[in-house]
């Protein structure tokens, strides 16, 4: 029989009410395929066997006693490590947060815990979610289970790593230029990043406060439905996030896209793209087609600059979000013989190269003399970048692209060019800055079978049209294959 | 215009201890990749309002009720120095 | 100062007295153990959000409608970014190109002249914690450290900021203490110097008279009182004019104000000149103030000290007594009440502004922590009108309902300050008296009153001064003619 390890959460949970086996079961199935696997991977920075077990435990006495929390009782889910967990150290992958553990839960959290879900543990990411490997990761890199040479993507790398793995059934990751999107896409996974304010960023370890959205990651887009739905509405904890209610995603799969008029964006199909993703992404647009969807072209000029916009209006908010790690209230402490010199060695010793980099970019672009060029500018260039989408969404009901230019690349292979590294980034990062919802989904793989995803892009509070488009593609596809990491057999590097 | 930026005042004010080695390393990266902020600051911009925030909402408040505080034992834990209740700090410049 | 006019400005910080803090549930609270009212959001925890209270933005909308200024309909928060111990964020949410109000003024009155001082802003932010140095920490304090309490961290706060109009250090004293009036009379804030629920920073300039352009300012800081305040100014503006005098130049700096050497001194150290990086709060949404809004937080504006007062000299109570009824609203509010049930207005003002002030002043208690009430003004106005007390006794009577030893009738009873309204009984006292002097009688009844007083200061005191004296003169003059 399969590994319980490798199932949907939609097989869990039915094997779980049909009493095929319990919440236990399957988290034990979760950390043995975890004690195999993250001695190649490193997905995880902290695996909370005692928490894990306890909740496993009582997701099984609440459901024996008739108390079922809905599709995610019982089943094992990884968070990414900017996520603040009560009592569980927290420390988004960097130094400066080494040991530091959150006295409160994030909104997300909280909602995962009351949805009977068994928090398995924090997975790795690139420092503070700045970066598109994993990479930068102050407790070392994550692997690819694909292939251990290569990098997972990033941000969310270690989430993604691990749902891949079967070291989880589904983990939430943080997007705020593909975080999500990306290593869903490298790792041959569905991954969402919700309309800005869709779902609560209480307790999510800011980057860009305006980019950012915590999304789900999973094996299957009715999963990563399942993951939203539990997690999407309103929190009047976070002021950024929209009142009215979130419709159901997972009831929105059906339906096909008979109709439905898919936008194929010229400056995200052209150059720069690797010939077997193109083709690929060509191949299901093609299929698309077949189905009954009616394909148009649509241009987003402004998307050509979103790079540069990304990388003005991101860093310019890290560097006043990241201001609050100064050595006084928690995280590491270089002492001085003032609290100012303290500070400044906190934060210079505390703080990665790439974190660094971008702390000082973002204090220059918003620095006296320079904020209209920079900051400002970028600011004006996003509101161009919205107008090109809503001009799109009146010819089209969702935008397809390439997730990412490329498949997986090698560890190292991009470090020493941040330039090269943000490029991977290129398709992603837009629905960032328009604050629409995005999702990639896996189509295939290339010849060195590395996973190629395709991404659905929806206009504001368009998820149930977006899911519904994924999960048709899903269907047409049939994409089925998994990492030969996937397995609880001890495997050799 | 070539960008040069006083990579050690921004260092200054983002209060960063750095090694003039590695201002030397930033700075050069800085300049690069404001070099490719060239192309949006010559797009014609006049008369477009600046987007802050991507969902446009307004007027989000709380009720004026309080809700329950940290407990201090669990807050002063994460300290890295406390006493007596209180988080203690280097002398603070200006402040003997 | 001679040869050369001072330039003022003042910015004005206000706690505002919610229940709870500016972004967050934490209870605002004066004298909590520290570090006991803090959550992640005011400790400026990793992942936590700010969501305004809405008491708060209702506050500040009173603050500006009360000082005339036009509500912005559309306005923004913005995050000013600093480094300090005391600011967990190290950024403070505050309120930049975009403030709530804008363009008010206040009129104050310096001996008789009426100024009209410009309010260029009124703007909402949050307030820093505080830390300890030198000796505040006590004996856990070292000269090496500081200590830090977030307490105060995120209590909402009040700016407002004036026109450089104020032109002496009477003048802003009076500003300021206007100032307090008005936000104490709308009930937001108590507005306490020594607690630091009020705080004033002084730009002052000099420049020669006739000379248009402004000199270089310094801004001083640390004046906890009105009259520091005002000191401190005063104190500035010579300095200022001293440096000019010598040939020198003003440096412009922040200074510090030492209320016990009265002088005020540079506080260089931290005085590079901040580049705040202020950029809109990308955590909070735009506040948006239509005129519904806006016509609800005028309609709800309580009358201001300067209404009052107009309504009181028209109504002839004398400057003085007016202004002193209205420096705090209790005292104008029993007033409106005793004249309300029936109270001479004249006599109101002055058992108010009189006795009781002094009472207040004297015990150093608030007027609703006495026993007064204005039934308690109509009964002694209406004790002496009928000489059931004498004006003096009253005085006595006023002090026990006061220490609250019960309403007025009860107190004058019970300390035994009634007076002797039986006829008979006086009468009594009149013939001992006569008896015991007889000459004086003679010498009456020939004609000669001269001994009149001195007979009606025997009666009194027999009486312990409880008769009426008119009563006693009218029995003399009787038993004189008779
Ligand atoms: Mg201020
Ligand atoms: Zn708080």
Request: proline share 5%; aromatic share 6%; hydrophobic share 40%.
């Amino acid at each position: 029989m399969t590994d319980l390890a490798d199932l949907s959460i939609v097989a869990a949970g039915q094997g779980l009410r049909r009493g095929d086996f319990g919440a236990i079961d399957l988290l034990e199935a979760t950390l043995r395929r975890a004690s195999v696997t993250e001695a190649h991977l490193h997905a995880y920075l902290t695996i909370d066997q005692e928490g894990a077990r306890t909740a496993a435990e009582a997701a099984d006495a609440a459901l024996a006693a008739g108390d079922d929390r809905g599709p995610l009782h019982g089943i094992p889910l990884a968070l990414k490590d900017n996520l603040c967990t009560r009592g569980l150290e927290t420390t988004a992958s960097s130094q400066i947060l080494a040991g530091y553990v959150p006295p409160y839960d994030a909104t997300v959290v909280k909602r995962l815990r009351a949805a009977g879900a068994v928090v398995t543990g924090k997975t790795n990411l690139d420092e503070f979610a700045m970066g598109s490997s994993t990479e930068n990761s102050a407790y070392g890199p994550t692997r690819n289970p694909w292939d251990v040479a290569k990098v997972p993507g990033g941000s969310s790398g270690g989430a993604a790593a691990a749902v891949a793995a079967g070291s989880a059934f589904g983990a939430l990751g943080s997007d705020t230029g593909g975080s999500v999107r990306q290593p869903a896409a490298l790792c041959g996974l569905v991954g969402a990043k919700p309309t800005y304010g869709r779902v609560s960023r209480y307790g999510l370890i800011a980057f860009a406060s305006s980019l950012d959205q915590i999304g789900p990651l999973a094996r299957s887009v009715e999963d990563a439905a399942l993951l939203l739905d539990a997690i999407a509405g309103w929190d009047p904890a976070d002021a950024t996030s929209i009142r009215q209610p979130a419709p159901s995603v997972s009831d929105a799969l059906e339906g096909g896209v008979q109709g439905l008029r898919v936008g194929i964006v010229a400056e995200m199909s052209g150059e720069g793209i690797d010939a077997e993703v193109s083709a690929a992404f060509r191949a299901t647009v093609a299929t698309l087609a077949d189905a009954g969807a009616e394909i148009v072209n649509v241009s987003l000029p402004t998307a050509e600059d979103a790079l540069s916009t990304y990388y003005l209006i991101a860093p310019a908010e890290c560097s006043a979000n990241l201001a609050r790690f100064d050595g006084v209230r928690y995280g590491l402490r270089v002492d001085g013989d003032t609290t100012e010199e303290m500070m400044s060695r906190s934060r210079g010793e505390g703080f990665g190269p790439e974190v660094t980099r971008r702390i000082l970019l973002g204090t220059y672009a918003l620095s006296a003399g320079y904020y209209d060029a920079f900051y400002g500018q970028a600011q004006k260039v996003r509101t161009l970048l919205r107008r090109d989408f809503a001009e799109a969404y009146e010819r089209a009901d969702v935008l397809v692209s390439p997730t990412s230019p490329t498949t997986a690349f090698g560890l190292g292979e991009k470090t020493d060019d941040p330039l090269t590294m943000y490029f991977s980034d290129v398709f992603t990062l837009p629905s960032n800055l328009a604050g629409d919802p995005g999702l990639s989904l896996p189509i295939g793989l290339d010849h060195a079978g590395l996973p190629i995803g395709f991404q659905v892009m929806a206009p504001a509070l368009g998820e149930p049209v977006m899911f519904r488009v994924a999960a048709e593609i899903e269907r047409l596809v049939g994409f089925d294959a998994r990492p030969s990491l996937a397995t609880s057999e001890v495997v050799l590097p | 215009m070539p960008v040069h930026v006083d990579i050690a005042k921004v260092a200054k004010l983002a209060r960063l201890a750095l090694t003039d080695e590695q201002l030397e390393r930033y700075g050069a990266q800085l300049d690069q990749i404001l070099g490719h902020a060239e192309r949006i600051q010559a797009m014609p911009t006049e008369g477009v309002p600046p987007t802050a925030h991507p969902y446009p909402m307004t007027n989000a408040f709380r009720p004026d009720e309080v809700a329950p505080s940290l407990d201090r034992d669990e807050v002063l834990a994460q300290a890295p120095d406390a006493v007596d209740g209180y988080f203690r700090v280097p002398r603070i410049l200006g402040e003997e | 100062m001679t040869g050369y006019e001072a330039v003022i400005g003042i910015e004005t910080h206000v706690e505002l007295r919610t229940r709870s803090k500016m972004f967050c549930g934490c209870a605002v609270g004066f004298g909590a153990p520290p570090n006991t009212n803090v959550c992640p959001v005011c400790l400026g925890l990793p992942g936590a959000l700010p969501v305004p209270n809405q008491e708060a933005i209702e506050g500040i909308l009173q603050i500006g409608a009360a000082l005339k200024c036009a509500i912005v309909e559309h306005s923004l928060f913005h995050r000013k970014n600093y480094f300090y111990p005391d600011l967990p964020k190290n950024y403070q949410i505050s309120q930049y190109d975009v403030p709530l109000c804008v363009d008010g003024h206040l009129d104050v009155d310096v001996d008789g002249e009426t100024a009209r001082i410009g309010i260029t802003r009124v703007h909402m932010e949050e307030d820093t914690g505080k830390s300890l140095h030198g000796s505040e920490g006590g004996r856990i304090h070292d000269a090496a450290h500081s200590l830090l309490d977030f307490n105060r961290s995120g209590v909402p706060l009040v700016e407002i900021v004036s026109e450089p109009d104020i032109r002496s250090p009477e003048e802003a004293r009076a500003y300021a203490t206007e100032l307090q009036q008005i936000v104490r009379s709308l009930g937001v804030t108590d507005a306490r110097l020594e607690e630091g629920s009020m705080r004033f920073d002084a730009n002052v300039s000099v420049r020669p008279v006739g000379q248009e352009e402004f000199g270089t300012r310094a801004e001083v800081k640390n004046m906890n009182s009105l009259r520091s305040l005002q000191r401190a100014v005063a104190f500035e503006i010579d300095r200022q004019i001293q440096v000019v005098e010598s040939g020198a130049n003003v440096v412009q700096e922040t200074r510090h104000w030492n209320e016990s050497t009265g002088v005020t001194s540079s506080m260089r150290s931290k005085e590079e000149s901040e580049d705040y990086r202020y950029f809109q709060e990308p955590d909070l949404v735009p506040l948006e103030v239509d005129a519904a809004w806006q016509a609800r937080v005028r309609a709800s504006l309580p009358e201001l000290p300067a209404e009052r007062k107009a309504r009181y000299v028209d109504a002839g109570v004398d400057e003085a007594t007016a202004a002193s009824l209205v420096a705090d609203t209790r005292l104008g509010d029993l007033f409106d009440e005793a004249v309300a049930a029936g109270a001479d207005g004249k006599a109101a003002g002055n058992w108010i502004t009189g006795e009781i002030v002094a009472y207040l002043r004297q015990e150093d208690v608030d007027l609703d922590a006495t026993g007064v009430t204005a039934g308690d003004i109509v009964a002694l106005h209406q004790m002496v009108g009928d000489g059931a007390v004498s004006a003096s006794a009253a005085k006595d009577v006023l002090r026990g309902v006061l220490a609250g030893e019960g309403r007025a009738p009860e107190v004058a009873e019970a300390r035994d300050l009634l007076q002797i309204s039986d006829s008979d009984v006086i009468e009594a006292e009149v013939d001992a008296i006569l008896a015991a002097h007889p000459d004086e009688l003679a010498r009456m009844k020939q004609g000669d009153m001269k001994p009149m007083g001195y007979l009606v200061g025997q009666v009194m005191r027999a009486t312990k001064g409880k008769a009426d004296p008119r009563q006693v003169s009218e029995l003399l003059r009787a038993r004189a003619a008779g």
